[in-house]
């Protein structure tokens, strides 16, 4: 069975400095890696993801991601944090076979701090 | 705004009762998804349909079921409520369902049982 984990349930860094949001996983197959932003009484929105190819992804609102397969790793990067920034992160993994669950680490709030 | 609708926004219902939440995915979008979230359990996912038919089935359990109708509008029911139920339910939807469709998420319902 797969598996997400966020290991800091809270990260905070000061506005204009990088921010790195971390994410391990664990799946049997080829894993479909995924990151979603969750601001205040709203619902996820997608930020970026990893089905194949290069193993750095850009996404929205300027973050990107490194897909580490050796360290099962799918780390959520900034270079310069907004206090806009600031929201409850969740990483998430899809195992590559056809038809697995969706499975959601618990999140990680991010605050960026004027 | 995703393009995702839940209806209704709040619900508020005693224990025992049986409440039905409400979906209509983006336009296009053939699959549907259910989550959970509370507090303690995190984003939990329920079950996956796609163009009608059961995709993929999580953490639901046998007091819940769901369906996806003609118009690829989806309900979920919950029946014999207990106070552990309180959470937010969310609907998200993808274009095709697969595993490597990012999800649009609705606002949620949120579901307080007394």
């Known amino acids: 069975a797969q598996s997400v984990a966020q290991p800091e349930d809270q990260v905070n860094v000061a506005e204009g400095n990088p921010l790195t949001v971390k994410c391990t996983y664990s799946?049997?197959?080829?894993?479909?890696l995924f990151w979603y932003v969750q601001y205040p009484n709203r619902g996820l929105q997608f930020l970026l993801k990893y089905i194949t190819g290069d193993n750095l992804v850009k996404g929205s609102y300027g973050f990107e991601a490194e897909f580490n397969k050796s360290q099962t790793s799918f780390h959520l990067k900034k270079p310069s944090a907004l206090v806009s920034d600031s929201a409850l992160y969740f990483c998430?993994?899809?195992?590559?076979?056809?038809?697995?669950?969706?499975?959601f680490g618990p999140g990680t709030r991010l605050s960026v701090l004027p | 705004d995703s393009g995702v609708t839940q209806t209704p926004k709040h619900l508020i219902t005693a224990t025992g009762q049986r409440v039905t939440l409400r979906c209509s995915p983006r336009?296009?979008?053939?699959?549907v998804y259910w989550y959970q979230q509370s507090l303690d359990q995190g984003l939990q996912f329920l079950i996956q349909?796609?163009?009608?038919?059961?995709?993929a089935k999580g953490n639901i359990l046998e007091r819940f079921s769901a369906q996806q109708f003609p118009d690829l509008h989806s309900e979920l029911n919950l029946s014999s409520l207990e106070l552990g139920d309180s959470a937010l339910y969310f609907c998200?939807?993808?274009?095709?369902?697969?595993?490597?469709?990012?999800?649009?998420f609705g606002p949620g319902t949120r579901l307080t049982v007394t």
């Open positions: 336009s296009g979008d053939l699959s």
């Open positions: 998200a939807s993808s274009p095709q369902g697969t595993g490597v469709d990012e999800q649009y």
């Open positions: 998430a993994v899809r195992d590559g076979n056809y038809g697995q669950n969706f499975v």
């Open positions: 799946v049997s197959g080829n894993p479909y």
């Open positions: 349909y796609y163009n009608g038919e059961e995709r």
